[in-house]
């Protein structure tokens, strides 16, 4: 006797409750350089000459006599420039008329694809610019300049980074607090035994971001986790690549806190002319009437400057 089968019964729609995306759980680009917002979209960078600072040119004074003179020197040779990057996404009307309950957020799901695009953005720009070396006054390479950190046994993190440290503030006078690795380097950090020797007796015995900050009197360490692909639109699921932003290296940076001042030095400086107030970002929302759509648009102007080589230190490949 004939029986339906399970197909018959049933016809496949899509999930009302289910929808898959991707994303990148976290950027770091917008934390490495201090964020300076812009009034006009280039300008020159102002900076005092370093060495009147740390020249030691008081004199003896005797009485009746004028006190010696002196003063510095401010380079206004360096600039920014804000270029825009945009991207935008089309929804047809006829696109809206007939999706599914599922895509029903058809202007919130288009806001946050563009919007992380910028963000991304700005993430592979700081890493393809200034993760990398020739860019800061000093550079040191794994199994060179030090032991890799995936040798476990020949190798000491904190004690390089003390080392770098005390590099960076023979220079600027200041020692830099702040330290950027790729998510290698942290797989390799966290179950280092130099790192876990020192947490044994704590309540957890797991080594977690702020925690290895503090082994390393560090204000801040951030991981960068991100990664991209340059495959081109159109390749196959299956045959696109993935490439890790941050890689197997490292950054030790001084940046200043607070409002930007001349008489503070930091590593560099996120220029961002300010279209919209206090915004790195921003989206828009357009109609085109004759094309029937509606067009979500992010735009960001931003220029990204190392305003100060020395107050930084890159150490490349610093796990295997």
């Given at each position: 006797?004939?029986?339906?089968?399970?197909?018959?019964?049933?016809?496949?729609?899509?999930?009302?409750?289910?929808?898959?995306?991707?994303?990148?759980?976290?950027?770091?680009?917008?934390d490495?350089?201090?964020?300076?917002?812009?009034?006009?979209?280039?300008?020159?960078?102002?900076?005092?000459?370093?060495?009147?600072?740390?020249?030691?040119?008081?004199?003896p004074?005797?009485?009746?006599?004028?006190?010696?003179?002196?003063?510095y020197?401010?380079?206004?040779s360096?600039?920014?420039?804000?270029?825009?990057?945009?991207?935008?996404?089309?929804?047809?009307?006829?696109?809206?008329?007939?999706?599914?309950?599922?895509?029903?957020?058809?202007?919130?799901?288009?806001?946050?694809?563009?919007?992380?695009?910028?963000?991304?953005?700005?993430?592979?720009?700081?890493?393809?610019?200034?993760?990398?070396?020739g860019?800061?006054?000093?550079?040191?390479v794994?199994?060179?300049?030090?032991?890799?950190?995936?040798?476990?046994?020949?190798?000491?993190?904190?004690?390089?980074?003390?080392?770098?440290?005390?590099?960076?503030?023979?220079?600027?006078?200041?020692?830099?607090?702040?330290?950027?690795?790729?998510?290698?380097?942290?797989?390799?950090?966290k179950?280092?035994?130099?790192?876990?020797?020192?947490?044994?007796?704590?309540?957890?015995?797991?080594?977690?971001?702020?925690?290895?900050?503090s082994?390393?009197e560090?204000?801040?360490l951030?991981?960068?986790?991100?990664?991209?692909?340059?495959?081109?639109?159109?390749?196959?699921?299956?045959?696109?690549?993935?490439?890790?932003?941050?890689?197997?290296?490292?950054?030790?940076?001084?940046?200043?806190?607070?409002?930007?001042?001349?008489?503070?030095?930091?590593?560099?400086?996120?220029?961002?002319?300010?279209?919209?107030?206090?915004?790195?970002?921003?989206?828009?929302?357009m109609?085109?009437?004759?094309?029937?759509?509606?067009?979500?648009?992010?735009?960001?102007?931003?220029?990204?400057?190392?305003?100060?080589?020395?107050?930084?230190?890159?150490?490349?490949?610093?796990?295997?």
């Open positions: 006797m004939p029986q339906p089968v399970p197909s018959d019964l049933h016809v496949d729609t899509l999930l009302s409750n289910v929808l898959i995306g991707y994303q990148n759980a976290s950027y770091i680009a917008d490495l350089f201090q964020v300076v917002p812009v009034m006009k979209q280039s300008d020159k960078i102002p900076a005092f000459n370093q060495s009147f600072w740390f020249r030691d040119d008081a004199h004074r005797a009485p009746g006599n004028a006190s010696r003179g002196g003063g020197t401010v380079d206004t360096a600039s920014y420039f804000c270029n825009r990057w945009s991207r935008r996404f089309e929804i047809p009307d006829d696109l809206r008329r007939n999706a599914d309950p599922i895509f029903g957020n058809l202007d919130g799901d288009a806001t946050e694809f563009i919007g992380d695009k910028l963000l991304m953005r700005r993430e592979v720009a700081f890493a393809t610019d200034f993760f990398t070396t860019v800061w006054t000093t550079d040191k794994g199994a060179t300049d030090f032991t890799k950190w995936s040798d476990y046994g020949g190798s000491n993190p904190i004690v390089d980074v003390d080392s770098w440290k005390d590099t960076v503030e023979a220079l600027i006078g200041i020692e830099p607090m702040h330290i950027a690795i790729g998510k290698q380097v942290w797989v390799q950090v179950n280092h035994p130099q790192f876990m020797a020192r947490i044994k007796y704590t309540q957890r015995a797991q080594l977690s971001v702020e925690l290895a900050a082994l390393l560090l204000t801040r951030v991981v960068g986790r991100s990664i991209y692909t340059t495959t081109l639109e159109g390749t196959a699921e299956g045959s696109v690549t993935y490439t890790r932003i941050w890689g197997k290296h490292a950054l030790l940076l001084y940046r200043s806190e607070g409002v930007p001042s001349l008489m503070k030095p930091t590593a560099g400086m996120t220029f961002v002319w300010a279209v919209v107030p206090n915004a790195l970002q921003y989206v828009k929302r109609r085109n009437e004759e094309r029937e759509i509606d067009i979500i648009e992010g735009n960001s102007y931003f220029d990204q400057k190392v305003t100060a080589a020395r107050a930084g230190l890159f150490a490349q490949n610093v796990v295997a």
